[in-house]
């Protein structure tokens, strides 16, 4: 039944967890392991569940609740690497070619998932050249469609990308003197 909620419904996380709050019945049913391996899965589809001893070892131990959230903060943390190289980049209001492309080399290596460029790129208070760098990763490594029956991926840039984005590339050409 929550499975079919969650899904269906589209359910975020946080709400999971509130609805964890409102009674024992739904505490227990949303520290099902079932809920959380489900849920591991819709995020990071990519990740092997099978044969890796390392998942069923953890998960045995502490739990899918535990493991996911584990996970979100490996997340987290990978993606924050990313954003502090380009914030430091962006404060000029530029970023050369190679500190670009060796985030998206990064993003590529970390092995994000959709849902985690969105969370952690296209955040609010995130600025334009990082919603450039997710966007970038999302249609070129993930494969992520960008054409207009994509209604999904177009809200999702609609609410989560800054409204405003002003990008200029400059190509600086080098001079020889002839001698």
């Known amino acids: 039944m929550v499975f079919f909620f969650v899904h269906v419904c589209n359910v975020k996380i ?3 967890c509130s609805l964890s709050c409102c009674s024992r019945f739904w505490r227990d049913v949303c520290a099902s392991d079932s809920l959380w391996i489900f849920l591991y899965r819709e ?3 990519s990740q092997s569940l099978t044969g890796n ?4 070892q953890y998960s045995s131990i502490e739990g899918w609740r535990s493991f996911y959230i584990k ?6 943390d990978r993606a924050t690497s990313i954003i502090k190289v380009i914030n430091q980049c962006s404060k000029s209001e530029s970023v050369e070619v190679g500190d ?3 985030a998206i080399a ?4 970390m092995e994000l998932g959709f849902k985690d ?3 952690f790129l296209f955040a609010a208070k995130q600025n334009a050249l990082l919603n450039l760098v997710g966007l970038h990763y999302l249609v070129f490594s993930l494969g992520v469609p960008v054409n207009t029956n ?8 609609s609410t989560s990308m800054q409204t405003e984005l002003h990008i200029s590339c400059s190509i600086f050409k080098p001079v020889f003197q002839d001698r």
């Open 14 to 16: 946080e709400e999971v």
């Open 43 to 45: 995020r990071w589809p």
């Open 53 to 56: 001893s390392h998942h069923s």
């Open 71 to 76: 996970r979100h903060n490996e997340m987290d």
């Open 100 to 102: 670009y492309q060796k």
């Open 106 to 109: 990064d993003l590529h290596a």
């Open 117 to 119: 460029i969105v969370l």
């Open 150 to 157: 994509s209604s999904d991926f177009l809200i999702m840039l």
